[in-house]
């Protein structure tokens, strides 16, 4: 077995570092604080991220990054989207040896609506990598990390390049499937996030279960429509990365994305919430994006619009729920009907 090189410990990154190590892979698991490096190397524990989970000895953390990436034949990227852009550009500068890059992180950049794989090709020289993929779907890391039965995709432009991936991670506890669709994994694993928040603000109002299978059910629709906009085949979507990660995400309070909803539902503000969860909220984000990206597309979006109201421009939880729901009258299969027919006549 070859070395992999996890860039990122928290929960997720530690998680898919004891996948790997679980087969049998010579895991390096790079931490940006020395003090967690020493934690997981010491104690192997990652309290603050994964607490109560005991990890193999043989994943073995350093807070230097290029000690971590030397001679790895894969390099996994595993940090928030905010911070992708400065690990990469850090990361061209310590490859000697050309990998495979795949990333499991969630989110679109605001401003540039750059995909993560969109960014990571833009900061690494091509030469440096075989090619760039995506893994995602419905996945909590705290499950993972106790092996509980998990299913995710990989998607790459080159799918034997997937396949390589995929055999790296698979298990009988995680299994992996691969899709050609790299757009839409991606954009399903970044905009669930959106939604995610909408269903924790619904829960925090106090509403039910049927709001909250509405709100899943039109922010599929939503994705979708953005999704294929932007070359995406359309059933992706109604997948693991689409679907499945949005059902997992709307009703877990594994989630972060819900959990920071059902604060912001209770009253809470933004910042607050934020500074409470002390981890990474992707949706907040990724919100922002998606926003300014269905203006420039001239996709209608009215959940993104009204959580972006809610985030961005102190509109109370209730009125953007009131909004959502004296919307014009329309017919519900609408929205299908004219994704295939686009889709069909390109």
Request: glycine fraction near 10%.
């Amino acid at each position: 077995m070859g070395k992999v090189a996890v860039l990122g410990a928290g929960s997720w990154g530690t998680a898919l570092a004891l996948v790997l190590a679980d087969n049998g892979h010579e895991v390096h698991l790079w931490a940006h604080r020395k003090s967690l490096a020493d934690e997981i190397n010491q104690s192997h524990t990652n309290e603050k991220y994964l607490q109560g989970i005991e990890l193999p000895s043989s994943i073995v953390a350093n807070d230097d990054l290029k000690t971590i990436v030397d001679g790895a034949e894969h390099i996994i990227l595993v940090v928030p989207t905010k911070a992708m852009r400065e690990v990469c550009g850090q990361l061209k500068h310590v490859m000697k040896d050309k990998a495979i890059l795949t990333h499991a992180s969630k989110g679109i950049e605001p401003g540039t609506y750059k995909r993560v794989s969109e960014v990571i090709r833009e900061e690494i020289p091509s030469d440096l990598y075989e090619d760039v993929v995506v893994l995602s779907g419905p996945s909590h890391a705290e499950e993972v990390s106790r092996r509980q039965p998990t299913t995710v995709t990989v998607s790459a432009e080159e799918l034997e390049v997937a396949k390589k991936v995929q055999d790296v991670f698979i298990n009988r506890q995680f299994r992996v499937y691969t899709s050609p669709d790299l757009v839409g994994v991606e954009l399903g694993g970044a905009l669930k996030n959106i939604i995610a928040l909408g269903a924790g603000i619904s829960d925090g109002l106090g509403y039910g279960d049927n709001a909250k299978a509405a709100l899943i059910t039109r922010g599929l629709a939503e994705i979708a429509r953005l999704g294929t906009s932007l070359g995406a085949n359309p059933l992706t979507f109604s997948g693991l990365t689409g679907v499945g990660d949005l059902i997992v995400t709307c009703t877990s309070s594994h989630s972060r994305n819900w959990r920071a909803g059902y604060k912001l539902g209770q009253g809470n503000d933004l910042e607050e919430v934020l500074e409470q969860m002390g981890m990474v909220v992707e949706g907040v984000r990724t919100t922002k994006a998606a926003y300014q990206l269905a203006k420039n597309q001239g996709v209608e979006m009215p959940i993104t619009t009204g959580i972006y109201r809610l985030l961005f421009e102190n509109e109370a939880p209730r009125d953007v729920v009131d909004q959502l729901m004296t919307r014009i009258r329309r017919h519900e299969m609408e929205d299908l009907t004219n994704i295939l027919d686009e889709k069909m006549n390109d």
